[in-house]
């Protein structure tokens, strides 16, 4: 996930560009950088890291132009690198585009331009759109941009300018956000509403398909075919800070809900993106799945995943002990290091020893260009966009997504089982509007000062995952627990003030699970149980019912986690904590 922005008007650009970015920055923040028309020249300044960086390189610079686009980067395609930052130009920097998404098609299309001698200076997909506007450029840049739209694939949000046409900008909106800012004598474009709330209330939200044509006089709307479109001006009532939240009260609330497109954007990119590893899991003796907390939870669910789909003997390790532990690693294992960060320490530590030990590496990241995805041989990028909560949810299902399209790589029926896959984001989506039945749950056991979450086979680790997400922003005691396990210990915790999470979708161990339901409610235990709607068995045992739409076996780990992570947060929120940065934690854990 990108941010973009553009302005054209009477104003200089430049700081309203810079100061739309800084509010953008939660959508991305590896490089940054603007294009301005200066005087008919294209300027363009880009820079690695935060805005603040770029701000620094521009102070005193004499950038007086009217007309300008800007973008702060999370690398979908291509390392944080300056080459890699956007604006991208065409080869005579007549052109110059911004773009939040990813063009599943841009190999082809960039070896299309090689072949006609279009030298590249960045390894981006972005940079494949500006050669190709600029070719098609004939002294009108919007009947440009649509001949270049309807060649992509995938999802896209971009602007472009030209020197050709100092004060227009052309937008373009499909499968990534785009909204029209209209002021007088002057109009925006910015992938999301906080950009530009402090120069207008007055928005357009374009929609898929659309082309936003801008000029300082006036907007006109399009359809990709050249068609007028007639679109409603909103006037938004936000203030800044809930519109940086969208108007969800917690990033982490926003996150939550954001989990359909993160799945769906790390399954398209990585089957865009051919990031598939050149050796099948088959080549190795054993699999070790190396992380910690929620990526540790995700590893669990991928080992039953790749054990399955590759008969591989897989094992999940926490980071912490298996680098001190005598783990007889050699050049036979595949290292699978999960981290959405890229940067924890553990993790990192981890995959460098066995790297030393001669296993192949292979890291499953959210963040490109961070240092466990640089360490490691391969890397398979989750497209989840940053995830500014300090607890994890997007990435997680992300994770799960990166982690099932390995385990079915090799896999004879590879297509069909990704086929199926791309169907969860629609499902979660579903699930999302169970949300009222779980804050209410939320409601009743908000001050009890225990809770179990049970679960056999893949919901074992959705409940280790249930419970942390409460432990860390709730502080409320909370353990994950092996449902078939209850009976060698944990159920003497069993009594009518201990509510006990059980999840329970109707896979091959849905019979046991139940028994294990019926052994709590006979020590009077608080049953919330999680299961596919219709379940009437484990609805009738439950004294409290979550359901999930009915899903294949392997799949439910996306489902049931989601009112878990729900219910975390609407207890957290209604004891007023900090959601998004719970006490004695951070995002990132950079010391062992
Ligand atoms: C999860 O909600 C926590 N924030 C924490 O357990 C986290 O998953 C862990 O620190 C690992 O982080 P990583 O994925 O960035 O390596």
Not at 422 to 434: G, N
């Amino acid at each position: 996930m990108c941010g973009i922005i553009g302005y054209t008007g009477k104003e200089q650009a430049l700081p309203l560009i810079l100061g739309g970015l800084e509010r953008l920055e939660y959508r991305g923040y590896d490089s940054a950088g603007v294009a301005l028309i200066e005087d008919r020249r294209l300027v363009v300044e880009k820079r690695v890291g935060k805005i603040r960086e770029l701000v620094k390189s521009l102070w005193g610079k004499p950038y007086k132009g009217k007309t300008g686009i800007g973008h702060t980067r999370w690398a979908t395609h291509g390392e944080p690198s300056t080459e890699n930052a956007h604006p991208h130009t065409d080869e005579r920097c007549e052109f110059a585009i911004v773009h939040n998404g990813i063009v599943e098609n841009y190999l082809e299309l960039r070896k299309e331009l090689e072949g006609k001698g279009v030298k590249f200076r960045s390894n981006t997909d972005t940079e494949v759109i500006a050669h190709l506007i600029a070719n098609a450029y004939r002294g009108d840049l919007l009947d440009a941009v649509l001949e270049v739209v309807n060649r992509l694939r995938g999802a896209f949000a971009f602007a472009v300018i030209t020197v050709h046409e100092p004060s227009r900008i052309v937008g373009v909106k499909q499968g990534s956000p785009l909204v029209v800012g209209l002021g007088e004598g002057e109009n925006f474009l910015a992938s999301d509403i906080p950009a530009i709330l402090p120069y207008t209330r007055k928005i357009v939200t374009l929609s898929d398909g659309e082309v936003a044509d801008i000029t300082p006089e006036g907007v006109n709307i399009y359809d990709f075919n050249g068609n007028p479109v007639t679109k409603e001006i909103m006037v938004v009532p936000w203030d800044i800070i809930s519109a940086e939240k969208s108007g969800f009260k917690h990033f982490m609330l926003k996150e939550i809900y954001e989990q359909p497109k993160a799945v769906g954007d790390t399954i398209r990119g990585l089957i865009s993106s051919g990031e598939e590893p050149p050796f099948s899991l088959k080549d190795f003796r054993r699999i070790l799945m190396i992380a910690c907390g929620t990526s540790y939870h995700a590893g669990l669910v991928g080992k039953f995943w790749i054990e399955k789909l590759s008969g591989v003997p897989t094992e999940v390790v926490y980071a912490s002990e298996f680098r001190y532990a005598d783990f007889p690693v050699d050049e036979r294992d595949l290292i699978i290091g999960i981290s959405q960060s890229g940067e924890t320490i553990d993790t990192k530590f981890a995959i460098n020893f066995a790297k030393r030990k001669g296993a192949k590496t292979l890291s499953v990241v959210n963040v490109v260009g961070s240092s466990i995805d640089r360490e490691s041989d391969y890397t398979l990028h989750t497209h989840a966009g940053p995830e500014i909560g300090v607890a994890a949810t997007k990435t997680f299902t992300a994770q799960l997504s990166a982690l099932y399209f390995l385990a079915s790589s090799g896999h004879p029926e590879k297509d069909r089982l990704l086929s199926e896959l791309m169907k969860v984001p629609a499902k979660i989506e579903e699930t999302l509007d169970r949300s009222e039945v779980v804050e209410k749950i939320a409601d009743k056991y908000m001050k009890k000062k225990d809770f179990l979450y049970l679960g056999r086979y893949l919901s074992f680790p959705i409940a280790l995952e249930g419970a942390l997400k409460l432990k860390e922003i709730s502080y409320i005691h909370a353990e994950g627990y092996p449902a078939g396990e209850m009976k060698h210990g944990p159920i003497a915790l069993i009594d009518e003030n201990m509510p006990v999470v059980v999840v329970a979708p109707q896979d091959r161990v849905h019979e046991k699970t139940l028994a294990n339901i019926e052994e709590v409610r006979t020590r009077k235990g608080i049953i919330i149980g999680v299961g596919f709607e219709g379940d009437e068995k484990v609805e009738k045992l439950s004294s409290e019912f979550i359901a999930v739409p009915p899903i294949e076996e392997d799949f439910t780990p996306f489902l049931t986690v989601v009112p878990l992570q729900l219910l975390a947060y609407h207890i957290a929120s209604k004891l007023g904590l900090d959601v998004d940065q719970p006490r004695n934690l951070a995002k990132t854990v950079t010391v062992e």
